[in-house]
């Protein structure tokens, strides 16, 4: 009785495996997927997703639109637009190391990149769509099919579509900029000058107190003076109190040059005009950081610290094939 026992076990056991295999086969016609392969196929399925009009109301444009590759995922623009030519309030931020940030959005409002992606989806200035209807669009589609069958070994739903694109976005690293390997140890790395304005940077001027760490951010919440009134309220939007007012996410400087217009508004054309911002101290408002106070700079110090930004620049991040356009 207990061999009859033992060989039925083996029996289920075998029957399983059998049943596994077979299973996955019919599933995703290729036999069994491994993780990393799994994982290539999200990301495969994001980045078309990322591209594809078809996730607006309209199919006029896609998440692409507001962030370009070549302007390291912004739109050149102070305020983004959306379906209709309608006019936005804020400015598309780099999605550059995005996945190293603990919040989304200017205001942090978000939490995680999945969740983010329900803001532009619905954003009347954005997508005005809705996720449930976009999935139907999808259904249509049979390469995303398969694609969603071969990473998730299901059919395309809501957390398909959103964790594939968050996948995507994750996948978006800049690491070989000048200033990387400086900090790596390579000293040669930055020209003289960029290593002038790197010690104005961090240790004569006090931008390394909030632009600090790898993507130069310490990813605070605070206010650097832009106004005495702001016609955005910022993370008060969020929570409504008094003290939350103008307050907005201290951005990574990764790209800094390529990303203008700056600020969530995008109210400054150029990082002159940022540098004239803090050199001025800001302006009075109730928020602002006690760090933000007026600083004199030659001119042969405002170039170095324009050249210390270029060495943010990765051009090898700009240029990944692995970023660009793909129809699937
Ligand atoms: C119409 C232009 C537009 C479109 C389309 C758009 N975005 Fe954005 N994106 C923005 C703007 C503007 C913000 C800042 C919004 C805010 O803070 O309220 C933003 C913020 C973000 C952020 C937060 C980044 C951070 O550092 O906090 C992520 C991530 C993002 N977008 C990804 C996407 C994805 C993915 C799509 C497509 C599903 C998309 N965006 C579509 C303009 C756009
Ligand atoms: C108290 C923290 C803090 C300090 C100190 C600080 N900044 Fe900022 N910085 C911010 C915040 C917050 C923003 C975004 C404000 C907004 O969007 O309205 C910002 C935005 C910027 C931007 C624009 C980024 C973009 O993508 O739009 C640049 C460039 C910049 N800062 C450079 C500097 C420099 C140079 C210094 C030193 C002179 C400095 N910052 C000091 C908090 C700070």
Known sequence: ???????????????????????????????PIDSDAKSQYKIALGRSLFYDPMLSRDTSISCAVCHKQDLAFT?????????KDRKGTRNAPTLTNVANRPYFMLDGVN??????????????????F?????VER?????????????????????W?????????????????????????????????????????????LYCGKCHNGPDLTNNVLTNNGLYEKYQDSGRMRLTHHEADRAIFKVPTL??????????????FESLE????????????????????????????????????FESLTDSVFLNNPAYSEIEY
């Open 160 to 204: 398909v579509v959103f964790n594939s694109i968050a996948e995507f976005e994750r996948t978006l690293i800049s690491k070989d900029a000048p200033y990387d390997h400086f900090i790596k140890g390579d000293s040669s790395a930055l020209t003289p000058s960029q290593k002038r304005g790197h010690d104005l940077f961090f240790n004569t």
């Open 273 to 308: 005009e940022v540098i004239a911002h803090y050199m001025a101290g800001g302006a009075k408002h109730p928020n602002k950081s006690e760090l933000i106070v007026p600083f004199d700079l030659t001119k042969d110090q405002r170039t170095d610290l324009m050249h210390f």
């Open 1 to 31: 009785m207990r061999r009859f026992g033992s060989l039925f076990g083996l029996f289920l056991f075998v029957s399983f495996v059998v049943y596994c295999k077979t299973y996955s086969t019919e599933t995703n016609g290729v036999g």
């Open 75 to 83: 739109d050149g623009l102070p305020q983004s637009i959306g379906i």
């Open 111 to 128: 939490p995680s990149l999945e969740a983010q992606i329900t803001a532009p989806i619905q954003e009347h200035a954005e997508f005005d």
């Open 130 to 134: 809705h996720i449930l209807l976009i």
């Open 138 to 158: 999808l259904k249509s589609r049979p390469n995303y099919v398969r694609l969603a069958r071969m990473g998730y070994n299901s059919e395309i739903t809501n």
């Open 254 to 267: 990764r790209n800094i040059t390529v990303t203008a217009p700056y600020m969530h508004n995008g109210r």
